[in-house]
């Protein structure tokens, strides 16, 4: 009298595996890349905090821009929120020494404080570095 067992063969176990693989091949990069645009969205959020906050520093202050994004400036927006995209650092660093858009890779953020100039009171993410659709940093 012959029996059946019941169960998968080997066969039909290694090619699930392979299908399994070849998926995860294909989602993996794709999630990467979605983690560096979700960065960079992160990125742009905290740069209007800034900007915002600059804004009201501005207008409460009756047109005088904040010297720099530090002690003075702190009841306005603490802590200064980090650049979060990769070629930024992840850091909250303001960089004051710049007299208009950053033409150098940096990091963090870049604060325009010399008065007088034509981008006073603005502030910059601090790298001429791409995002993932190959903008500058520097253009948000």
């Not at 969205?41 to 905090?49: E, F, M, V």
């Not at 010399?114 to 190959?134: E, I």
């Amino acid at each position: 009298m012959l029996t059946m067992k019941k169960g998968f063969t080997l066969v039909e176990l290694m090619i699930v595996v392979a299908i399994i693989g070849i998926l995860a091949a294909v989602a993996i990069p794709r999630f990467a890349n979605m983690l560096d645009k979700s960065r960079e969205g992160a990125t742009k959020g905290n740069l209007g905090a800034i900007r915002s906050a600059v804004s009201i520093y501005y207008s409460s202050k009756e047109g005088v821009w904040p010297a720099d994004l530090t002690s003075s400036f702190s009841s306005y927006l603490y802590p200064i929120p980090p650049a979060k995209a990769n070629p930024l650092g992840n850091v909250s660093t303001v960089d004051t020494a710049q007299t208009g858009v950053p033409t150098t890779a940096g990091v963090g953020w870049s604060y325009i404080a010399t008065a007088g100039q034509p981008f006073t009171g603005n502030v910059f993410c601090n790298s001429t570095a791409t995002d993932t659709k190959g903008s500058s940093f520097t253009t948000y």
